[in-house]
């Protein structure tokens, strides 16, 4: 297969957001590696799906270097995966170490992968989904 087609690597593409990510970077004929715990497989050959949970460093690593294998390059990491739970930090049980594994270890690993990969191709993006309640706290939710 050719190299001259553009790589997006989309993480939490299973659904919603990451979903629409795919399809739009698929109408933009970019090749697409889309990564999520539960995603189903895919009948369009331009879309590698690479299933597991991207805290698990071995997702991360899966994706990036299958998506290399596969499609010869990586020019757009989409930091798409994240857990949001709506409650107070001191009833935070062993959901919040869910919480640190996508949201920090995830984003950490798959991002040093795809950054390896786009320096030796001397170019790339990296793109960083969040929640708006980042920049416009709401006091109701904690």
């Known amino acids: 297969m050719g190299t001259d087609q553009k790589v997006a690597v989309i993480t939490g593409s299973s ?23 539960s995603i189903r497989p895919s009948d369009d050959d331009q879309v590698l799906v690479v299933p597991g949970d991207i805290a698990d460093r071995k997702t991360a690593e899966r994706a990036i270097s299958e998506g290399v294998a596969r499609f010869g390059r990586i020019d757009t990491l989409i930091n798409n995966a994240g857990i949001f739970i709506a409650k107070p930090f001191t009833e935070y049980t062993e959901a919040y170490v869910a919480i640190l594994g996508v949201n920090v270890a995830g984003f950490f690993h798959i991002t040093q992968f795809a950054v390896a990969e786009m320096e030796k191709q001397g170019s790339g993006h990296v793109v960083q989904i969040t929640t708006s309640l980042v920049d416009h706290a709401f006091a109701g939710v904690p």
Do not use: C, K, P, W
Not at 20 to 33: F, I, P, S
């Open 15 to 37: 659904q919603g957001i990451g979903a629409a990510l795919v399809r739009a970077y698929r109408d933009r004929n970019y090749r697409v590696v889309a990564t999520a715990r």
